[in-house]
């Protein structure tokens, strides 16, 4: 069976480079302890080689665990953390050198482009360069942006993009935004432990119930990590937005926000390998809006693959979650 797995990080010397600037200044931004850990002058991580590595270790892991592809993306915090100017030259490189070993090993690797949000214009243009010109699959976005999120006017663009160019938009987390990481600052909690999901799944949250979505109909969201508990939330989110005690609405939507989820998202299994959790996740969201992923090189590749081997559903559904799903969604052939 094919297995296209569709969170797989990567990243490219200059980027690394420039994030190990970013690790030699002390800051409070929450992504700064991941930074110095991977490319801090002190650090004996082995991610940042295994980040690095695409056709040596990678490829003859893929093998090894009968995985037929990786959907590649630039590993967060991405471009987000460099001025605007630097995001966007780095950006582009990115999607250079993307394009060039998706282009080496078209069976082997599929590629979301890079872009960096805050030069809004810029970032619409590369996007549709990477479609057009360098025919990758999506775009991969680390949620927000010196602390601002997608649903932001001044992002528009970039909704607006992803929209024309029928591409879906994968939001990958980082650490939360100044705003909302007073509490994440102990015991660990930034990280995927906990901050991550909840970085993404309130940035989520912000697109639904802005309205955005009325908007930019037609456009597609995947997020990972099993929907970053947004499937298990749902029925109160309908609930208590539809009878909210404090009402903040704006606009009135035109659906509830679970219909928004299920017509303008798809999620992964990317980290979260919980059986429960994924026989749950599809009998609420539907076989077609669930994606398999693995999360290389922060999660292992054996348990990801033994845990979609073995998950209880039949071998139509494992297909569309193996593969299916992401060669409609990604339009991968
Ligand atoms: C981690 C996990 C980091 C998954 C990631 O991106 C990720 C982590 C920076 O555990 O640090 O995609
Ligand atoms: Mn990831």
């Known amino acids: 069976m094919r297995k296209i797995a569709t969170e797989e990080a990567f990243s490219i010397p200059e980027i690394a480079d420039a994030l190990e600037e970013v690790a030699a200044t002390p800051s409070l931004d929450s992504d700064y302890w991941l930074v110095d850990a991977i490319y801090g002058a002190e650090s004996k991580s082995p991610l940042r080689s295994k980040l690095l590595d695409l056709e040596d270790e990678r490829l003859a892991e893929m093998d090894a665990n009968g995985v037929s592809m990786h959907l590649l993306s630039l590993t967060a915090p991405g471009v987000q953390m460099f001025d605007a100017d630097t995001a966007c030259g780095l950006a582009e490189l990115a999607n250079d050198r993307l394009a060039e070993v998706v282009r080496r090993h078209p069976d082997r690797f599929a590629g979301l482009a890079t872009f960096a949000p805050h030069a809004p214009r810029r970032a619409a243009e590369e996007m549709a360069r990477a479609i057009e010109s360098l025919h990758l699959n999506g775009f991969i976005v680390n ?52 901050g ?55 606009k009135p939507l035109e659906l509830t926000p679970s219909e928004y989820f299920k ?66 969604v990604f339009h991968i052939i």
């Not at 601002?148 to 992002?155: C, Q, V």
């Not at 509490?183 to 990280?191: I, T, V």
């Not at 539907?286 to 922060?298: E, K, Q, R, S, T």
């Open 263 to 328: 017509r303008n998202f798809v999620i992964t299994t990317s980290g979260q390998e919980n059986p429960l959790a994924l026989d749950y996740s599809i009998k609420t969201l539907g076989i077609d809006n669930v994606l398999w992923a693995i999360d290389h090189p922060y999660q292992p590749t054996a348990p990801a693959v033994s845990f979609m081997d073995n998950a209880p559903v039949t071998e139509e559904e494992r297909e569309k979650l193996y593969h299916l799903n992401a060669e409609r």
């Open 143 to 194: 949620s927000h942006t010196n602390n601002e999120y997608l649903d932001n006017r001044k992002y528009w663009p970039i909704l607006e993009a992803a929209e024309d160019l029928d591409r879906c938009v994968y939001i990958h987390p980082r650490g939360p935004s100044a705003g909302l990481v007073g509490p994440f600052r102990d015991y660990g909690l930034a990280g995927a432990t906990w």
């Open 196 to 250: 991550y999901g909840i970085e993404v799944s309130t940035h989520a949250l912000r697109l639904i119930l802005s309205g955005v979505l009325d908007r930019f109909p037609r456009l597609q969201l995947c997020i990972g990590h099993m929907g970053e508990a947004i499937p298990f939330w749902l029925w109160r989110i309908d609930n208590r937005w539809r009878m909210s005690t404090v009402p903040q609405r704006g």
